[in-house]
T-cell receptor
Framework: ETGVTQTPRHLVMGMTNKKSLKCEQH?????MYWYKQSAKKPLELMFV???????ENNSVPSRFSPECPNSSHLFLHLHTLQPEDSALYLC?????????????FGQGTRLTVV | GESVGLHLPTLSVQEGDNSIINCAYS??????FIWYKQESGKGPQFIID?????DKRQGQRVTVLLNKTVKHLSLQIAATQPGDSAVYFC???????????FGTGTRLLVRP
């Protein structure tokens, strides 16, 4: 257990559905991330929240919408996804401080878009 | 631009042998490097880290070596065990921003 919890672990959704992924940490971290992990590709950084404010969005399609209501919770809202969005979505949290950047990952949500 | 790459996608070793997983990076401004292990069905887990002012760091059965001259990072696992079978990722952090850039990963297979 890393202290970062993601729900659900598995999700199958149709292209017209709306769903949300949830991430929770009680480690006292002040930064949270969403990563996408596809087969044979590097972990792709999607969104970064630092002190609850979004600081980076790597040109992710608008069908992915993040929300960070407080420093312990992070959501990824999904709507009108495409089959190529099927992947493992990983949440990570981090304590931002000079010189350290270890990120703690959740176990991920395996998303299948049908 | 930034890139972190791994030399080999799959590494097969005999149980009990030592394993060496390599990683190349291109951002000379990176000042911190991490190795993660990802087992099937799980998220990446921290193994060991090293700062750019160090060349070597040892943990329990693992050693990370950093060669800044050629921008190369390696993870050495001593006496590899079946439980070491996983995908291993290196990640780098550039100075001033906490973002981690990950490589594609190397799958380590341990033969009994």
């Amino acid at each position: 257990e890393t202290g970062v919890t993601q729900t659900p672990r598995h999700l199958v959704m149709g292209m017209t559905n709306k769903k949300s992924l949830k991430c929770e940490q009680h480690l006292g971290h002040n930064a949270m991330y969403w990563y996408k992990q596809s087969a044979k590709k590097p972990l792709e950084l999607m969104f970064v929240y630092s002190l609850e404010e979004r600081v980076e969005n790597n040109s992710v399609p608008s069908r992915f919408s993040p929300e960070c209501p407080n420093s312990s919770h992070l959501f990824l809202h999904l709507h009108t996804l495409q089959p190529e969005d099927s992947a493992l979505y990983l949440c990570a949290s981090q304590l931002e401080r000079a010189g350290f950047a270890e990120a703690f990952f959740g176990q991920g949500t395996r998303l299948t878009v049908v | 631009g930034e890139s972190v790459g791994l030399h080999l996608p799959t590494l097969s070793v005999q149980e009990g042998d030592n394993s060496i997983i390599n990683c190349a990076y291109s951002n000379s401004a990176s000042d911190y490097f991490i190795w993660y292990k990802q087992e099937s069905g799980k998220g990446p887990q921290f193994i060991i880290d090293i700062r750019s002012n160090m060349d070597k760091r040892q943990g329990q059965r693992v050693t990370v070596l950093l060669n800044k001259t050629v921008k190369h990072l390696s993870l050495q696992i001593a006496a590899t065990q079946p439980g070491d079978s996983a995908v291993y990722f290196c990640a780098e952090k550039d100075t001033g921003f906490q973002k981690l850039v990950f490589g594609t990963g190397t799958r380590l297979l341990v033969r009994p």
